[in-house]
């Protein structure tokens, strides 16, 4: 199983806002890509990026506010050096 985010198991991986940004940024290219494609399924396919992109941009902001609120309260994670998870327990 391929594992994105850091973890106790995985140490060397990414924040969610990071992924999620990531993903962001493949989906403005596909957009970019049927843009002038005056048919009808990629007029529908495109609103039904322009919705996720929305989504997406709401997901990060949620995921950065959680990120800022873990770091005020508890500093910067040490998980990727092998440190206690900042919250949470096995």
Known sequence: ????????DHEVGYKLEEILTA?????V??????????RVE?????????RVLGLLTE???LAEDSS?????????????GGGEPRIGHD
């Open 59 to 61: 997901a990060i902001k």
């Open 42 to 50: 990629a007029h529908h396919v495109l609103e039904n990026n322009i």
């Open 23 to 27: 993903i962001r940024g493949e989906v």
């Open 68 to 80: 800022h609120t873990l770091d005020r309260s508890f500093g910067p994670s040490r998980a990727a």
């Open 1 to 8: 199983m391929t594992r994105f985010l850091v973890s106790d």
């Open 29 to 38: 290219k596909r957009c970019e890509k049927i843009v002038d494609d005056h």
